[in-house]
């Protein structure tokens, strides 16, 4: 069994992957033992991820508030508490709150053989976070 202290875990979700602010809970990194790796990601109102994929896909867990998850082809989905997405593998797509809403998730996502797990992309423009607001479902 391994156990890790919750303390000294928050760090700010970088710019360069992030619009608006977000924090990230880092839970677990792929390594040695398993290739899973997840956090507690929060963000605020309006903040968002950069559109991004992952090599063997992304399972998000909704724990709070009110969010969005949007693929490149053009799907927008409402996500609240509860709610389960799964996001395919190479599927571009950003997830992140409403504009008047926090929104809360944990996100789980495995490394490929080379220890990837994400490729960031560009961000997601004010237009594209406009359309999804009136296009979620």
């Not at 977000?22 to 398993?34: E, N, T």
């Not at 968002?48 to 949007?70: C, E, F, M, N, S």
Request: net charge negative; glycine share 12%; proline share 4%.
């Amino acid at each position: 069994m391994k156990y890790t202290r919750s303390n000294d875990r928050t760090a700010t979700g970088p710019a360069a992957s992030f619009t608006g602010t977000v924090y990230v809970d880092g839970l677990r990194a792929p390594d040695g033992q398993s290739a899973v790796g997840c956090g507690h990601v929060r963000f605020t109102p309006g903040a968002r991820t950069a559109w991004h994929h992952h090599p063997k896909g992304q399972t998000l867990y909704v724990t709070d508030g009110i969010g969005l998850v949007a693929t490149r082809a053009g799907g927008v989905q409402e996500i609240r508490p509860g709610d389960v997405v799964y996001i395919e593998p190479g599927e571009e797509h950003w997830h992140g709150a409403t504009a008047d809403r926090f929104m809360a998730h944990v996100a789980i996502q495995e490394a490929d053989d080379n220890g990837q797990v994400v490729t960031w992309l560009d961000h997601v423009t004010d237009d594209e976070y406009s359309a999804a607001q009136g296009a979620r479902s």
